[in-house]
């Protein structure tokens, strides 16, 4: 058990529509990223955030925002949904750039499956 | 642009048998490598991290190697069993608080 917790773990949405999917860090970590799986793929980043800013990008659209909270939990928003947004969705937390051995540890996933 | 590569995509080996995973990257300058392993439909597990100046990492049945130099590693896991059977993915990062690069994994499958 990692202590990085997301909700909800499946979800089914219409193209067109918004999607929010939360994550909880491991204690002590400030670092939250995000990540895309599709089927049968290495998983890709999207974005990570360090201390409530966004601090690195991966080529994902603007219609993918995120948040991160005072007590470092983490929103991704995904607008427009579109049906190649299909995929699992990683939160992996990690002690950020504070610290020298930055092992990541990842949530159990969000599947969301867009119809 | 770092690109990491796993090769083959998949591997079935009878149980007892002994496993070598691999993975490479292009770009050495990395600041440590992590392997993970994630079973159907679930989050990742990590299971051993190298960091650049060390050459190995050991935990039980599994051991990573690293040539940061040829840009490779290894994952051996010795005597398989059934519950092996997942798959395993390596991703590296280039510094401290950067995102992860990850290859495409190894799907396994140890028949009993």
């Known amino acids: 058990e990692t202590g990085v917790t997301q909700s909800p773990t499946h979800l089914i949405k219409t193209r067109g529509q918004q999607v929010t999917l939360r994550c909880s860090s491991q204690?002590?970590?400030?670092?939250v990223s995000w990540y895309q799986q599709a089927l049968g793929q290495g998983p890709q980043f999207i974005f990570q955030?360090?201390?409530?800013?966004?601090?690195g990008r991966g080529n994902f659209p603007p219609r993918f925002s995120g948040l991160q909270f005072p007590n470092y939990s983490s929103e991704l928003n995904v607008n427009a949904l579109e049906l190649d947004d299909s995929a699992l969705y990683l939160c992996?937390?990690?002690?950020?750039?504070?610290?020298?051995?930055?092992?990541?540890?990842f949530g159990q996933g969000t599947r969301l499956t867009v119809v | 642009k770092q690109e990491v590569t796993q090769i083959p995509a998949a591997l079935s080996v009878p149980e007892g048998e002994n496993l070598v995973l691999n993975c490479s990257f292009t770009?050495?300058?990395?600041?440590?490598l992590q392997w993970f392993r994630q079973d159907p439909g679930k989050g990742l597990t990590s299971l051993l991290l190298?960091?650049?100046?060390?050459r190995e990492q050991t935990s039980g049945r599994l051991n990573a190697s690293l040539d940061k130099s040829s840009g490779r590693s290894t994952l051996y896991i010795a005597a398989s069993q059934p519950g092996d059977s997942a798959t395993y993915l390596c991703?590296?990062?280039?510094?401290?608080?950067?995102?992860?690069?990850f290859g495409g994994g190894t799907r396994v499958l140890v028949k009993p």
């Open positions: 770009d050495s300058a990395i600041y440590n």
């Open positions: 204690s002590g970590h400030n670092t």
């Open positions: 955030y360090y201390r409530e800013e966004e601090n």
């Open positions: 992996a937390s990690t002690p950020g750039r504070d610290r020298v051995k930055t092992e990541a540890f």
């Open positions: 991703a590296v990062i280039k510094a401290a608080g950067n995102k992860l690069t």
């Open positions: 190298i960091q650049s100046s060390q």
